[in-house]
DNA sequence: CTATTATTTCAATAGCTTTTGAAAGGATTG
DNA sequence: CAATCCTTTCAAAAGCTATTGAAATAATAG
């Protein structure tokens, strides 16, 4: 095999990993740096990754912070370098793991206190409703319940999956197949 | 309670639904109109979404058009009146369902699609391997295959979850829940 | 301390996505 | 079939997000 063929393949696993990041509302870059440096068996600097993205020191600068604050990169060293190396977590699970605790706590969480909140609102106002109103009120409220129970049971089902993977994953989806089955 | 109080807790949620929705690649407007349709007891017009939401008859159409071609909403009609009237989905799994079938099928399946491309394309070149290029090729490969078999994995969760809730089985996942707490 | 090298910041800009509004296109009614 | 009502389309504009590159800052070496 020719290095480029390589080369060529994770361009394009890198490539794709990028479009797909961005229609999850993460930005592209971001995606195929974090992409680059899951693939990458040594840790990569900042030239390293502007040359092969062909992105500016600014750009590359500010998206390895992004992926920092995320959790998905670690910043290592060399011996008698002073410049700054990048590592990927490089299990998949953990991965998961990280991504999903913190969108949670960035996106999931408002929403659950804004349903919480709605449904104050409403009960401090109950007192002065009409039957209509109020019938009006509680079909609302139970449609944000739903929401809220729905989302209960996700976490608790992505919970469920995180601690199983940490004792080797086959033991959930038995769980999982026999509550289904 | 004012009307003003069902009014304004409705317009708090829908304000905070599209802004979670943003921020996970689905336009703010459509997922605002989706939010106001569930929450809608009645079906819409679009006159009805135009001046709750302020958005315009041209982004009003092309949003509720996606929101149909997502299978979120679906159009209807009221008797001796010629316009078209719009109603979400108001199971709240089952529209887990449906934007997670979407989501599988035009982001994630391009990537799984991706991976197998790129197995195949190190393996039509293994023969002309140096033993050092074969280790890197395969540590690719690996990578590769740990995203897959992660994939597969989420995939069947999905599915399990989805045939659980179909088979009225929800509380044996809120079970789940104090399992995975 | 000074020079050198590396990193971060941020205002300007480029690029992308969404929205608008008016015109065109369909459908229904009398 | 003419008038009316409703929906869709799409080019232009607005709005938003990401990127750049150079200046400022920080870190290290001699």
């Excluded at 998206?63 to 290592?76: D, F, H, K, Q, V």
Aim: proline share 3%.
């Amino acid at each position: 095999m020719s290095p480029t063929a390589l080369e060529s393949a994770k361009n394009l696993f890198i490539r794709r990993w990028g479009e797909m990041a961005a229609s999850w509302g993460i930005s592209r870059t971001m995606a195929e740096i974090h992409a680059l440096l899951y693939l990458s068996p040594e840790p990569l600097c900042t030239d390293d990754i502007m040359d092969r993205l062909a992105v500016s020191r600014g750009s590359a600068s500010m998206n390895l912070r992004e992926l920092s604050n995320w959790g998905l990169i670690t910043r290592t060293h060399q011996r008698g370098d002073r410049k700054e190396y990048f590592e990927a977590e490089k299990d998949v699970w953990l991965m998961f793991e990280t991504i999903t605790r913190e969108r949670r706590r960035r996106e999931v969480q408002p929403i659950v206190e804004t349903i919480q909140r709605c449904k104050t609102m409403i009960d401090e106002n109950k007192a002065a409703l009409s039957a209509t109103q109020r019938r009006e009120a509680e079909t609302f409220q139970k449609s944000l319940a739903n929401i809220a129970e729905f989302s209960e049971m996700m976490n608790a089902m992505f919970n469920l999956m995180v601690k199983a993977s940490r004792s080797g994953l086959k033991p959930a989806l038995k769980l999982l197949e026999k509550l289904a089955g």
